[in-house]
């Protein structure tokens, strides 16, 4: 397992996405994570040995937004070992307050994270 990306502070939100075979989804769920308005988030994605250029379309999204670069981490397996373990992959990783799990097909409101943090901060 590779890891690269580093983080300056501790974030309050770590988003966790597994990749693999998801070159039509992923730009758009990368776009809608990366603009957030919430700025204190680490982004995880784990490259589940996808076999098709998934990585490379989310490497140009990721070129569109260098203000997040040091928020970013790229976890590569050298195999696939599935969703469920990519998952857990993701989470070792996480240093976040709160975990999110994002599928790589799902997208979201540019002040969703932020919103969830204002609610969870309330109770």
Same mark, same amino acid.
């Given at each position: 397992m590779?890891?690269?990306?580093?983080?300056?502070?501790?974030? *309050?939100?770590?988003?966790?996405?597994?990749?693999?075979?998801?070159? /039509?989804?992923?730009?758009?769920c990368?776009?809608?994570?990366l /603009?957030?308005?919430?700025?204190?988030?680490?982004?995880?994605?784990?490259?589940?040995?996808?076999?098709?250029?998934? *990585?490379?379309?989310?490497?140009?999204v990721?070129?569109?937004?260098?203000?997040?670069s040091?928020?970013?981490?790229?976890?590569?397996?050298?195999?696939?070992? /599935?969703?469920?373990?990519?998952?857990?992959?993701?989470?070792?990783?996480?240093?976040?307050?709160?975990?999110?799990?994002?599928?790589?097909d799902?997208?979201?409101?540019?002040? *969703?994270?932020?919103?969830?943090?204002?609610s969870?901060?309330?109770?």
């Open positions: 590779e890891e690269k990306g580093k983080m300056m502070t501790t974030p *309050m939100v770590s988003v966790i996405v597994p990749i693999y075979k998801v070159r /039509g989804f992923i730009a758009r990368a776009d809608s994570l /603009g957030q308005t919430l700025q204190n988030v680490e982004f995880i994605f784990v490259n589940d040995c996808t076999p098709d250029d998934s *990585m490379d379309v989310l490497a140009g990721i070129d569109n937004y260098p203000n997040r040091n928020r970013i981490k790229i976890i590569n397996h050298d195999v696939n070992k /599935g969703l469920p373990t990519a998952r857990n992959t993701g989470l070792s990783a996480a240093t976040g307050k709160y975990i999110y799990h994002c599928d790589s799902d997208y979201m409101e540019k002040n *969703m994270l932020e919103r969830l943090v204002v969870a901060e309330k109770i």
